[in-house]
């Protein structure tokens, strides 16, 4: 592997780390990326490595988004303590390839990682009020098995592969142990966040690396974003009904999903200026 | 980038006959139709992950199973008259995006396929793919050659229903053949190597339509049949053409009837003169084509 697919900023000692890896291109619910910020934050990840950009990404001109340039990133950090790397980065346009096997053999011969997690939001029609699932995709048999009794469920599906897909099969020609994480995200959150499922699979790493995160922070949002929801569905009824719909498990029409993906993610891109309605029921119950 | 051969077999001064997906996927049904039906046999292929994203995964119970790649797919055959190694590529593999290939890994494709055909000793290289021609799409499309040296220009005008690209009107003067099917002759040409491109004409209307052409890869066939000295079976071509021209006879049917008229006219003149329709009529095709297969699918095709 030619070194100059990456840099190395620090080189740290580990003993068979795990290898924690979010996307952030097409996040849906914002997971990747959340997940990998949050752990970053919580246990003091230090930046230690980047996949250089060139050659994977168009580099023509300046992207932005929101006003604010968008350079694409391919970050590797260490939280030694818990024995985790985390890694964020934008889906390679190009090369991909060449660039999952430099994220791999950065991880495996520079710091001898074990296993792999990959963490992305998968689009559900459920409602935001129903349980959330992770489902599940794992490289080899007997790391499924030594995940067993973590809740997770196993995926089923024959099509176009995602990029984790294709890092998991490429980690399993290396001998390396992979899961692909996908926590449910309802499709009228997956354009914003969903803490809920952000927390779930917080949770589910909480346990699996006895991390003792404080998830306190990911509770309040998730009030917060129910009420927003709460307050649209009092508004407008027709929200109102096709959220009902779902919750009864049943399916919407595509102009109807269509409506209700619009309404939400404009709700929910104001900052809400209003105290919670206290008294208002949540909306589980309605 | 890999070449895994499975076996090592003895040729003799082989023939390389490539093909690539490309317009009404004439070139590439020609040469696959000709690998089967002389049962080649397959013996080497070119690790595909370098070159392309996997098209498939399959995820069963919780379990990756496996990837699903792009063939790219060796095959030899000795007949009495020559031997012959074969490639068919599934895709055109390129650096950035795009149904036809370009840049750096296409040139490294068309460098792995030739260093395995001059490994087995080969010395000339076919290719095929389809011209845009400006043809009724009821005549006999033509073989139109693009060939590497002017002894091979004197030796494919005795082809079968074949002639030269310069014999076609507004031609003359150069083009390009995109993709593969027109690069793997360039590098083949660098490398000293004779280079014949076949192309199987396909009306001007047709070539943006997303059908496949087999009328055209019929033509191509023939061609070959007629270089290998070997008869060919072409009942499964000829059934696939058939279907195909009822799709373009229900489309065609639509068209205004002053653009029918102009159109006509093409039966009556020589092809390379051929023309019939005005610019503003090609215009009009050409919007309204996606709209044409549109209502000829709802219409029960």
């Keep these: 592997m030619e070194n100059k697919l990456f840099e190395i900023y620090k080189a740290l000692q580990f003993h068979s780390p795990s290898l924690i890896v979010g996307w952030q291109t097409h996040d849906v619910g914002k997971i990747g990326s959340r997940v990998i910020d949050f752990l970053n934050e919580k246990l003091g990840g230090q930046e230690i490595a980047e996949i250089k950009p060139s050659g994977f990404f168009s580099l023509e001109g300046a992207m932005f988004e929101n006003d604010l340039i968008q350079v694409p990133e391919s970050k590797l950090w260490a939280c030694q303590k818990n024995g985790l790397l985390t890694f964020k980065s934008d889906v390679p346009e190009y090369e991909q390839y060449k660039f999952l096997s430099a994220v791999l053999h950065l991880a495996q011969y520079h710091c001898k990682v074990k296993e792999l997690y990959t963490i992305s939001g998968t689009v559900s029609l459920i409602a935001h009020t129903a349980p959330r699932r992770i489902l599940t995709v794992f490289n080899k048999p007997e790391f499924r098995k030594r995940l067993q009794g973590y809740g997770l469920e196993d995926l089923t599906w024959e099509g176009p592969p995602a990029i984790s897909s294709y890092l998991l099969w490429l980690a399993r020609r290396r001998g390396i142990s992979g899961v692909s994480l996908w926590p449910q995200v309802p499709f009228y959150l997956a354009a914003k966040e969903d803490p809920e499922a952000i927390k779930l699979a917080l949770s589910f790493l909480n346990r699996r690396f006895n991390l003792a995160l404080d998830l306190t922070e990911l509770d309040e949002e998730i009030v917060r974003q129910k009420e927003k929801i709460a307050r649209l569905r009092d508004e407008n009824r027709e929200i109102n009904r096709s959220i009902r719909v779902l919750q009864m498990g049943l399916s919407l029409g595509e102009e109807e999903q269509m409506k209700l993906a619009r309404e939400v993610y404009e709700v929910l891109s104001y900052p809400c200026h209003c105290e919670p309605k206290a008294k208002q029921p949540p909306d589980e119950y309605r | ?301």
Aim: with cysteine; proline share 5%.
């Design chain 2, 1 to 301: 980038m890999v070449v895994r051969f499975y076996g090592e077999p003895e040729l003799k001064k082989p023939v390389l006959i490539a093909g690539w997906p490309g317009i009404g996927n004439i070139g590439i049904a020609a040469v696959d139709t000709l690998r089967e039906q002389i049962q080649a046999e397959e013996f080497g292929k070119i690790e595909p992950w370098g070159f392309f994203y996997p098209k498939k995964v399959s995820i069963k119970g919780g379990l990756l199973r496996d990837l699903e790649f792009p063939i790219n797919n060796f095959y030899y055959k000795r007949l009495e008259r020559k031997d012959l190694i074969f490639f068919i590529g599934e895709e055109q593999p390129s650096s950035q995006g795009g149904f036809y290939a370009k840049g750096e890994k296409a040139y490294e494709m068309a460098n792995l396929v030739l260093d395995v055909a001059e490994k087995f000793g080969c010395q000339r290289v076919y290719t095929s793919g389809a011209c845009v021609s400006p043809i009724h799409h009821r005549m006999k499309p033509r073989v139109i050659s693009v060939v590497s040296s002017q002894k091979l220009k004197e030796e494919t005008k005795k082809y079968p229903n074949t002639i030269l690209i310069s014999e076609i009107e507004e031609r003359g003067n150069g083009g390009t053949i995109t993709g593969l099917n027109g690069l793997l002759l360039t590098v083949a040409k660098k490398r000293g190597l004779e280079s014949i491109c076949l192309m199987g004409e396909i009306p001007d209307w047709l070539s943006g339509a997303p059908l496949p052409y087999p009328e055209a890869s019929k033509s191509v066939l023939e061609v070959f049949a007629d270089i290998l000295g070997i008869s060919l079976d072409f009942t499964e071509l000829d059934k696939m053409a058939l279907k195909i021209e009822g799709i373009i006879e229900e489309i065609y049917e639509k068209f205004p009837s002053e653009i029918k008229e102009r159109y006509e006219q093409r039966k009556f003149v020589a092809q390379a003169e051929s023309k019939a329709i005005t610019e503003e009529d090609a215009k009009w095709i050409k919007e309204h084509i996606d709209e044409l297969f549109k209502k000829g699918k709802e219409d029960g095709e």
